[in-house]
């Protein structure tokens, strides 16, 4: 599975945006799926997770009721809607995705990684 995420950039506190992640491979439904960041010299951060049928979601405490996660399975994609940003949610975004079809929260959870989108938020 190859995973390739975009979206990112740069936008004011208060603002959104909306990450996608479109995996290959025919066994995407499949999977489950979730987003990370990682800021520089922090640790990779869980921020939201979905399980292969989109029917259960979880979400970080420093993103919940501000970020969505969803996915398209006929699209092969995933995507973390992402408003009120704060200039703390500045970071490389990543996702990743599992075999089993549950949520997980820890990056070694995940089997495949894509490479990474930065979101710069700033004034």
């Known amino acids: 599975v190859q995973l390739q995420a975009s979206g990112g950039g740069l936008v004011r506190p208060g603002g959104s945006l909306r990450l996608s992640c479109r995996a290959s491979?025919?066994?995407?439904?499949?999977?489950?799926m979730g987003w990370f960041r990682q800021a520089p010299g922090k640790e990779r951060e869980f921020v939201a997770g979905?399980?292969?049928?989109?029917?259960?979601?979880t979400y970080g405490n420093s993103v919940k009721d501000r970020f969505t996660i969803s996915r398209d399975n006929a699209r092969n994609t995933v995507f973390l809607q992402m408003d009120s940003l704060k200039p703390e949610d500045t970071a490389v975004y990543l996702c990743?995705?599992?075999?089993?079809?549950?949520?997980?929260?820890?990056?070694?959870?995940?089997?495949?990684w894509g490479q990474g989108t930065l979101v710069t938020v700033s004034s």
């Open positions: 990743a995705a599992d075999q089993q079809p549950g949520i997980f929260l820890t990056p070694a959870d995940y089997e495949y």
């Open positions: 979905i399980s292969s049928n989109g029917g259960v979601t």
């Open positions: 491979g025919r066994s995407f439904s499949t999977y489950g």
